[in-house]
């Protein structure tokens, strides 16, 4: 048992030995350093694009009024991320017309509806 272990040991050393010998025979490479340039055009945020959708189906991004062309213009075409905030009593037509717009941009929409029958505290 005890030859057996001792075997083992000097296979291992013996490993470790021809590894180190040949790393020690790989001569290093003079190879140019990548050089990094910083982006002049920043681009979006990777942030989503909140809105809040109202009762009466007003849209709402941040404090200001939005209507349907300023998001049109808003929502550039190439891909984005979209999360809509709607009241329970929001028009269905809103949320469809928001949702399409954004679809039409490749941009992914998420919908957050308020529940009816939440309880106020």
Do not use: C, K
Request: aromatic share 4%; no cysteine.
């Amino acid at each position: 048992m005890r030859g057996f272990l001792i075997l083992r040991l000097v296979d291992i050393m013996l490993l470790l030995l021809l590894s180190m010998m040949a790393a020690a025979s790989i001569t290093p490479m003079d190879a140019p350093m990548p050089i990094t340039h910083e982006l002049v055009d920043q681009g979006r945020l990777p942030g989503p694009l909140n809105i809040a959708v109202t009762p009466d189906g007003t849209l709402h991004l941040e404090s200001r009024v939005l209507t349907l062309p300023e998001l049109m213009d808003l929502i550039h075409p190439g891909g984005g991320h979209l999360v809509l905030y709607a009241s329970a009593e929001a028009p269905a037509s809103s949320l469809i017309e928001v949702a399409r717009i954004a679809r039409a941009a490749q941009w992914r929409t998420a919908f957050v509806v308020e529940r009816r029958d939440r309880a106020d505290p």
